[in-house]
């Protein structure tokens, strides 16, 4: 039987297979940090999910909604995260070619920004917006 303290955890292998894909190829990373992200990871779901469920109990629904994660992203001062999701929940279930513009725009001003506040260090091959 699995321990059930890890059972809690996200899949390790996970884990490091989306570090390594924010990542360079060049850049190694090492097993505790791939650990302390993975607990860091789980308590943020959970921290997430406890406020998005209380908002679901106070609506006295029996099933948590992408809506009650919003709220919980901008409960808990995410908001610039929580209307990235909240676009990206609405062109999924509307228009997937949307998506690739808002992932292209939202690069865009990152990459701008970035610029912006230090133009010699080496820029990231990540793929997350």
């Known amino acids: ?62 099933s948590l909604d992408p809506n009650d994660i919003v709220y919980a992203l901008k409960a808990l001062k995410f908001r610039k995260y929580a209307e990235i999701v909240d676009k990206y929940h609405q062109v999924i279930n509307s228009d997937r070619d949307v998506l690739a513009d808002i992932c292209r725009e939202v690069d865009v001003k990152e990459e701008s920004e970035d610029e912006k506040e230090d133009s010699n260090e080496p820029k990231s091959e990540s793929n997350f917006p």
Do not use: G, Y
């Open 1 to 62: 039987m699995e321990n059930p303290k890890e059972f809690r955890h996200l899949p390790r292998k996970s884990i490091k297979d989306i570090m390594k894909k924010a990542l360079p190829d060049r850049i190694n990373i090492s097993k505790d940090c791939i650990n302390f992200v993975k607990e860091c990871s789980t308590e943020f779901i959970c921290f997430i999910i406890t406020v998005a469920n209380e908002k679901r109990q106070k609506d006295h629904r029996k």
